[in-house]
């Protein structure tokens, strides 16, 4: 997945421009008819909890309002890792027709270039439109096993696969070393599954000089502040829930004891620092944390520029 910040700079109803971060957050959209495809979302909200990604959908229904349509769908489609798609028709009276909403949801995630995975149940015919898409058809039987894989797949083409740390530039990886923090080379397989965590909502994985502290690094100054709030909140939640499973993992034999109490002693250690642009957005993004346990530093661009110019690194 590429790393730089892409915004929605242009509204596509003539609004101020809104400056959601397209992919910012591990979720997915899921467009759909509500009196046809209710128990297809069931089983797709399912499949992506397992995996730890965000299900949003609208319901098909669109409430009257321009702000309304963008803080439900037009909002949620950009921010979503990857979207899902249900083209199955409804039946109006006698007749059997497509779902208008559902088709402008589509025509959304299609016009935002999003990685979008499109279903429709066999007994449909996809509309003219569309037609040339390509589109998973499937029945009752076939749907989780089909729709499991296109997720996967989907998870696997919109996740980063390992941290580029040359889109921080010099100074920020300076900065960290100046604290104490190296990027991760994640050569072994703890590094590694850590990493992945953070790694859902956009987060570097850094090591302290011993190699036994971990610190999850967000380089987020181009992001809204509510967005980085969402994040680190999001990565507590994950973390939370995984590290509570341990426990499970032990009496299955998954995993040792030993193993368990090593990993506990990281959690109980772990940081998150995160770049924001200036004071201005540290503060906020404090506010935003009000009430969370969890260790946040939270450092800004001018931070960074002045303490690497006053160190002797260069």
Not at 34 to 54: G, Q
Not at 261 to 282: K, V
Not at 290 to 305: L, P, Q
Request: net charge negative; hydrophobic share 40%.
């Amino acid at each position: 997945m590429d790393n730089r910040v892409r915004k929605n700079e242009i509204c596509i109803v003539n609004l101020p421009s809104c400056d959601y971060v397209f992919s910012a957050s591990p979720s997915c959209f899921i467009g759909y008819g509500f009196n046809r495809s209710k128990l297809e979302v069931d089983i797709l909200s399912d499949l992506l909890k397992e995996r730890r990604i965000e299900a949003y959908e609208a319901g098909g229904t669109l409430a009257p309002g321009q702000h309304v349509f963008c803080q439900k769908i037009c909002s949620k489609i950009i921010q979503s890792q990857f979207c899902i798609v249900l083209l199955n028709n409804e039946k109006v009276g006698k007749v059997k027709k497509p779902n208008a909403n559902v088709h402008m949801e589509y025509g959304l995630m299609l016009g935002f270039n999003k990685y979008i995975l499109p279903f429709q149940h066999e007994d449909y015919s996809l509309e003219f439109n569309v037609a040339g898409l390509d589109t998973i058809k499937y029945n009752d039987t076939s749907f989780k096993t089909k729709a499991a894989a296109a997720i996967d797949q989907a998870i696997l083409q919109t996740t980063q696969k390992s941290p580029d740390t040359s889109l921080m530039g010099p100074d920020v990886g300076a900065y960290l070393l100046l604290h104490g923090a190296i990027i991760s080379s994640l050569d072994n397989p703890t590094d590694k599954a850590i990493y992945q965590i953070g790694s859902l909502c956009g987060f570097y994985l850094c090591l302290d000089f011993t190699g036994n502290r971990y610190i999850y690094f967000g380089n987020f100054p181009k992001l809204p502040t509510s967005v980085i709030a969402w994040r680190i909140k999001k990565l507590l939640e994950i973390l939370e829930q995984r590290f509570a499973g341990l426990e499970f993992r032990v009496t299955k034999g998954l995993m040792t004891q030993q193993q368990m109490d090593l990993l506990l002693d990281l959690y109980r250690t772990m940081e998150i620092w995160i770049l924001a642009n200036n004071a201005e957005d540290r503060e906020t993004v404090l506010k935003l944390l009000d009430g969370c346990t969890a260790t946040v530093t939270v450092f800004t661009v001018a931070d960074v520029s002045e303490e690497v110019s006053k160190s002797e690194m260069y």
